[in-house]
């Protein structure tokens, strides 16, 4: 096993509680549990959090943070080693503290650390975007700003990360340019550099709301996009899956092709009933 390397995957992600003034978080190490706890300075609020692992059995985790006012909300992350011990000073980095809120991040191991992706709302009410940055092992950004990954108009919220099998990731998110939600997805490489077309790619936009992407493998080599579709018609959301192993896949001329989605399929389901 490869600690920290695109096989952590594989492993059973680990599990992360956020709760106000603290977050929990449990996972393996050397197939033993570990445990550690973080804790917000006096009169900061946690909000939405998310973890993986990282090299040598550690964890990066992810987190939204406040005052308790709400007036300014950041991107906060601390690693722990397979110990419990936070590395990244004792109250982590500050992965982003633009203008305005950035939410929902969400974190992806890459080689050499991590990709954390977020939403912001420092270009206006009703225009929250999709960025990222590359932590590396020892917690410094890798690129010198975070990277754009849409900026189209309306909202772009809830992103989902994962690693793509080329040193990069893809990200996919709720898209709201076009008034409802769509899903869109967008590759980007090691440097920071987007792969696909300006602002991402539809991944699905038909009527109706299609909402909450997040990634699942279907085997060691797909990479699976999986959302909740409220198109007409449907009594009740089904989820759709997708194949993103190759999205988008640069050709030998350096022209952009979706993949084909030879795995899409629909699978009725209610919605909240496993
Ligand atoms: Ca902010």
Not at 141 to 146: H, M
Request: hydrophobic residues 45%; aromatic residues 6%; negative net charge.
């Amino acid at each position: 096993m490869l600690a920290g390397s695109l096989l952590a995957w594989a492993d059973e992600a680990p599990r992360v509680q956020s709760a106000g003034s603290r977050i929990v978080l449990a996972w393996q190490a050397d197939g033993q549990p570990v445990r550690a706890q973080l804790l917000a300075a006096p009169g900061r609020v946690i909000g939405s959090a998310d973890a993986c692992y990282g090299d040598s059995n550690s964890i990066i985790v992810v987190w939204e943070e406040s005052p308790a006012d709400g007036s300014d909300t950041d991107i906060h992350a601390q690693k722990f080693s397979a110990a419990g011990t936070p590395l990244w000073g004792a109250a982590g980095i500050v992965v982003n503290d633009f203008r305005g809120h950035q939410r929902a991040p969400r974190v992806a191991a890459v080689p050499g650390g991590v990709v954390i992706v977020w939403q912001s709302d420092s270009a206006g009410p009703r225009n929250n975007n999709i960025w990222c940055q590359h932590i590396l092992n020892d917690g410094r950004a890798r690129w010198a700003t975070p990277a754009a990954v849409c900026t189209a108009r309306g909202d772009q919220r809830a992103p989902a990360i994962a690693a793509d099998q080329d040193m990069g990731v893809v990200i996919a998110w709720e898209d709201y340019r076009k008034g409802h939600a769509d899903i869109y997805a967008q590759r980007i490489d090691a440097d920071g550099a987007p792969l696909g077309s300006e602002d991402g790619v539809a991944i699905e936009d038909a009527p109706g709301d299609q909402r909450n992407p997040r990634f699942a493998r279907a085997s060691h080599e797909a990479l699976m996009l999986v959302w909740d579709d409220y198109r007409p018609g449907f009594s009740a959301p089904v989820q759709v899956q997708s194949d993103l192993t190759h999205l988008p896949v640069p050709e030998p001329h350096g022209v952009l092709v979706m993949a084909v989605l030879a795995a899409w399929y629909a699978r009725a389901t209610r919605h909240g009933v496993r």
